[in-house]
């Protein structure tokens, strides 16, 4: 029999993971860093083009590729953190994030893939906006109604996914995405009908919720949506580490078969997981919907309102290994790219799309942290895989 | 993390319920007949509903009109044809739940209820119009569209019979097609957009296998990753470079038809099957490949063999890991020639993120096609002709909003997941890295 380890040794080994997964991350920020100036220089015509005389000038290929990734990521920097406005800015852009990072967190900790974050947003922020802007409520319970409206619209639409899962093995991966395409058909066609077209337009754009509905400022872009969603996490935080259900969503996750053997209703907790991701993915829906934008006004409904955050959410979910608090950290890194990633675009020219590179590269890095420790010699890499996405934790 | 495509595994609680029947049935064939059946029930429904909607006769022109051969227009009555179909629908469901059909009458019943179904939305959304439903359009279309599901679906299959779950063909997609477009439009050649393509799709492919099999990062969480970084490169590299000079870097010829000699002559599958472009052709000769290599080479048994027991492949002296880089790569090829598709292979020029979801509907054609190349590529035309027919009824003017056309491929999908799933098995060892 084997002695149970002492205490401190537990908690060092413990305390050598935590440190070991914040030194891969941040080596995997550099890395992607790193690839995504190699892309900036790349796709420049004219700072490539100095490369040719890279041998008889190399101060001029180097300066001008140095000019250019410098302008980009401290115009990166500085929109993220660079001032208090900035910084709001940043939180407003993690808010979402964080909430979608939940749906997509929660659902890998239950062994499913809830590719459809993006959906559920949709549908969240659709009902979100719709009793927005046209239910005359007072002004605390119109708020509060219209966030249910989402969480709601989310929830089904997540549960769905998670019926047909248990009901008949449809895979949620290909389930999920199909839901996205379906959901933003429902709102292009949604937004062609009375009931959201904002009268005396022929564009798809809906009327702007009421004051009332929307989430109070608190300082610039951050509002009471970020707290909304710091809470979120704490209560799912407490569901997977403290209740019951987060019991067998983990024993689900690690196991269905062990888990179902031991009596735990594994359709039941798989419709109930994706019924919870789906809500908390309607929350990023309706922190689109109802957060005040730059102008303290939210932005009325359209087709591109909630971005690609479903997708995002899950480049967070991973680099936030699935639990609350690292998502919480991913969900404000991503949120500083993105809102830095408007910066770098309107000063330096640099496509926004570069953040979505830099993200998806973060997690490709951090996913293969033995890819890491070879090119950064000084890190020391657990042998085998790694799991970013908790279920087997 | 479980695989990709879980077998569900019964476990000792399915015990068999019902012992009146001479074959037992299990729990999960009863509620995979019982959910086929309620659903056969309700499309039945709605066709009954839309009898009272439909007016007038429906025509269906077999041949184009521009065709030198003219086979006749066929007119039918409209609100008695979709009755009809209705019934016999709501008779294949009842046949379901009652669960009296012997295994050979249920896939009759199966198939004769998906006809009606065809049949009776296709006469209702027809009758009354002043343009046939073009069915030599539809069919050719189909044949078309399924192109770069077909090219997909083969590449899922090669690399899933090794083992290695491919989510990434949206991804390999994109990049292929993003690929061909910009050296299409740089030297005006199809053969050159084409290797273009074949080359991004296999270097996409040498990303998945390298952090697969390598690096052993989980199958699924990677396949999306690599979704989202051709995504965020095709997009950059899109904005950065190919936006501001789009007439040099995003103007790519696109593939002619090319009609083989006499077949192409021949009345309504002439146009369908042999009027079409090289891709198409690739497309059909590569299903035949990819059986070929797969259930008659040393090769194929090798791949077949590492994605069922790698442990006895690696004992009889297979490299398993080899095996594995040697199908992804070459499952590579064909997501390369499938990307290539929406560029060269329809309207040249490029847009981001043009290839919405195909690579997910050639994935569910993978497993609907039980992982074997001619039922996958015959899954992927049963989605071709969703799409086109989507496409084909937007210009009848039904009342049915576009919107809700455009999500038929993907209700499709759903629902086929949905409905066969539990009747299929992955390769054992898919989506498992395999370490010594």
């Known amino acids: 029999m084997a002695e149970p380890e002492p205490r401190t040794n537990r908690l060092r080994a413990w305390a050598s993971a935590r440190w070991r997964d914040w030194t891969i991350t941040l080596a995997a920020f550099v890395l992607a860093l790193i690839v995504g100036a190699i892309l900036m220089i790349v796709a420049d015509p004219e700072v490539a083009g100095n490369f040719a005389y890279l041998f008889t000038a190399p101060g001029l290929a180097l300066g001008a590729a140095w000019t250019k990734v410098s302008t980009a990521y401290s115009a990166l920097l500085m929109?993220?953190?660079?001032?208090?406005?900035?910084?709001?800015?940043?939180?407003?852009?993690?808010?979402?994030?964080?909430?979608?990072?939940?749906?997509?967190?929660?659902?890998?900790?239950?062994?499913?893939?809830?590719?459809?974050?993006?959906?559920?947003?949709?549908?969240?922020?659709?009902?979100?906006?719709?009793?927005?802007?046209?239910?005359?409520?007072?002004?605390?319970?119109?708020?509060?109604?219209?966030?249910?409206?989402?969480?709601?619209?989310?929830?089904?639409?997540?549960?769905?996914?998670?019926?047909?899962?248990?009901?008949?093995?449809?895979?949620?991966?290909?389930?999920?995405?199909?839901?996205?395409?379906?959901?933003?058909?429902?709102?292009?066609?949604?937004?062609?009908?009375?009931?959201?077209?904002?009268?005396?337009?022929?564009?798809?754009?809906?009327?702007?919720?009421?004051?009332?509905?929307?989430?109070?400022?608190?300082?610039?872009?951050?509002?009471?949506?970020?707290?909304?969603?710091?809470?979120?996490?704490?209560?799912?935080?407490?569901?997977?580490?403290?209740?019951?259900?987060?019991?067998?969503?983990?024993?689900?996750?690690?196991?269905?078969?062990?888990?179902?053997?031991?009596?735990?209703?594994?359709?039941?907790?798989?419709?109930?997981?994706?019924?919870?991701?789906?809500?908390?993915?309607?929350?990023?829906?309706?922190?689109?919907?109802?957060?005040?934008?730059?102008?303290?006004?939210?932005?009325?409904?359209?087709?591109?309102?909630?971005?690609?955050?479903?997708?995002?959410?899950?480049?967070?979910?991973?680099?936030?290994?699935?639990?609350?608090?690292?998502?919480?950290?991913?969900g404000l890194l991503f949120g500083g790219l993105s809102a830095g990633g408007l910066a770098m675009q309107s000063v330096a020219q640099t496509p926004l799309t570069l953040t979505l590179v830099l993200q998806a590269l973060v997690v490709l890095f951090v996913a293969a942290p033995q890819l890491v420790a070879t090119l950064v010699p000084f890190l020391k890499a657990r042998k085998g895989s790694v799991s970013l996405t908790g279920a087997d934790a | 993390m479980s695989s990709v495509h879980d077998a569900h595994v019964p476990s000792l609680s399915d015990a068999p319920e019902q012992l009146d029947f001479t074959v037992v049935e299990s729990r999960d064939a009863r509620r995979a007949r019982l959910s086929t059946g309620a659903l056969i029930g309700v499309v039945g429904l709605v066709l009954a509903v839309l009898v009272f909607s439909t007016s007038g006769v429906a025509r269906f022109a077999l041949s184009d009109a521009?065709?030198?051969?003219?086979?006749?227009?066929?007119?039918?009555?409209?609100?008695?044809?979709?009755?009809?179909?209705?019934?016999?629908?709501?008779?294949?469901?009842?046949?379901?739940?009652?669960?009296?059909?012997?295994?050979?009458?249920?896939?009759?019943?199966?198939?004769?209820?998906?006809?009606?179904?065809?049949?009776?939305?296709?006469?209702?959304?027809?009758?009354?119009?002043?343009?046939?439903?073009?069915?030599?359009?539809?069919?050719?279309?189909t044949v078309f569209t399924a192109t770069p599901l077909?090219?997909?679906?083969?590449?899922?299959?090669?690399?899933?019979?090794?083992?290695?779950?491919?989510?990434?063909?949206?991804?390999?997609?994109?990049?292929?097609?993003?690929?061909?477009?910009?050296?299409?439009?740089?030297?005006?050649?199809?053969?050159?957009?084409?290797?273009?393509?074949?080359?991004?799709?296999?270097?996409?492919?040498?990303?998945?296998?390298?952090?697969?099999?390598?690096?052993?990062?989980?199958?699924?969480?990677?396949?999306?990753?690599?979704?989202?970084?051709?995504?965020?490169?095709?997009?950059?590299?899109?904005?950065?470079?190919?936006?501001?000079?789009?007439?040099?870097?995003?103007?790519?010829?696109?593939?002619?038809?090319?009609?083989?000699?006499?077949?192409?002559?021949?009345?309504?599958?002439?146009?369908?099957?042999?009027?079409?472009?090289?891709?198409?052709?690739?497309?059909?000769?590569?299903?035949?490949?990819?059986?070929?290599?797969?259930?008659?080479?040393?090769?194929?048994?090798?791949?077949?063999?590492?994605?069922?027991?790698?442990?006895?492949?690696?004992?009889?002296g297979i490299s398993v890991k080899r095996v594995r880089w040697q199908a992804v790569l070459v499952a590579g090829i064909f997501s390369g020639l499938g990307g290539a598709f929406f560029t060269v292979g329809s309207v040249g020029i490029f847009s981001k993120d043009l290839t919405v979801g195909n690579g997910f509907i050639a994935l569910a054609a993978v497993i609907m096609g039980r992982w074997h190349p001619v039922l996958a590529a015959t899954m992927a035309l049963f989605f071709g002709f969703v799409v086109q027919m989507a496409s084909q009824l937007q210009t009848l003017n039904t009342p049915v909003p576009s919107q809700f056309l455009l999500m038929l491929p993907y209700i499709a999908t759903i629902i086929a997941v949905a409905g066969l799933i539990g009747r299929t098995r992955a390769p054992a060892a898919d989506g498992i890295p395999y370490t010594k």
């Open chain 1, 79 to 330: 929109g993220a953190v660079g001032s208090p406005s900035a910084l709001a800015a940043t939180t407003a852009a993690a808010a979402p994030l964080i909430c979608a990072g939940l749906a997509v967190g929660l659902a890998f900790r239950a062994g499913l893939f809830n590719i459809g974050a993006q959906g559920q947003a949709v549908v969240g922020s659709m009902a979100a906006a719709w009793v927005g802007f046209s239910l005359p409520l007072p002004p605390v319970i119109h708020l509060i109604v219209a966030v249910l409206a989402g969480l709601i619209a989310g929830a089904l639409w997540g549960g769905v996914v998670g019926w047909l899962k248990a009901r008949t093995g449809a895979h949620e991966v290909i389930v999920t995405i199909m839901m996205n395409y379906i959901a933003s058909g429902l709102l292009a066609w949604a937004l062609t009908t009375s009931a959201f077209q904002r009268p005396g337009r022929s564009d798809p754009i809906s009327p702007e919720v009421a004051g009332s509905a929307t989430f109070p400022q608190i300082f610039e872009q951050l509002h009471v949506g970020f707290f909304v969603a710091l809470a979120a996490a704490l209560v799912v935080a407490w569901v997977l580490d403290r209740s019951v259900l987060g019991f067998s969503i983990r024993a689900v996750g690690a196991n269905p078969h062990a888990a179902g053997t031991a009596g735990m209703n594994v359709g039941a907790t798989t419709i109930i997981t994706m019924a919870l991701a789906g809500a908390l993915a309607g929350l990023a829906g309706v922190m689109a919907a109802l957060g005040p934008s730059v102008n303290g006004v939210p932005t009325p409904l359209s087709e591109g309102l909630v971005g690609t955050v479903g997708f995002d959410a899950i480049t967070v979910a991973l680099l936030g290994r699935s639990k609350p608090v690292g998502i919480v950290f991913a």
């Open chain 2, 150 to 316: 077909i090219l997909g679906a083969l590449c899922g299959v090669v690399g899933e019979r090794s083992g290695v779950v491919n989510v990434a063909i949206e991804g390999q997609f994109l990049t292929a097609a993003f690929a061909a477009a910009i050296v299409g439009s740089v030297t005006q050649s199809i053969p050159a957009a084409l290797f273009a393509a074949v080359l991004a799709g296999v270097l996409m492919a040498s990303v998945l296998a390298v952090f697969a099999i390598k690096y052993l990062v989980d199958q699924v969480v990677l396949g999306v990753v690599i979704n989202l970084l051709a995504s965020g490169i095709t997009g950059f590299l899109f904005d950065q470079l190919v936006q501001p000079n789009s007439r040099v870097l995003n103007s790519a010829p696109t593939m002619d038809p090319i009609p083989i000699p006499l077949l192409a002559e021949l009345p309504l599958i002439g146009p369908v099957l042999f009027q079409q472009t090289i891709l198409v052709y690739l497309a059909i000769v590569s299903v035949v490949v990819v059986w070929f290599l797969l259930f008659r080479t040393r090769w194929g048994l090798r791949v077949r063999a590492v994605g069922e027991h790698p442990e006895a492949a690696d004992t009889v």
């Open chain 2, 66 to 141: 521009f065709a030198d051969v003219q086979l006749p227009t066929i007119e039918l009555p409209g609100a008695p044809v979709v009755a009809v179909c209705a019934v016999l629908c709501l008779l294949a469901a009842a046949g379901f739940i009652s669960g009296r059909l012997p295994g050979r009458w249920s896939m009759l019943a199966g198939i004769v209820a998906g006809l009606a179904v065809t049949l009776g939305f296709l006469t209702w959304a027809a009758a009354g119009k002043d343009l046939p439903f073009p069915v030599a359009n539809q069919l050719a279309g």
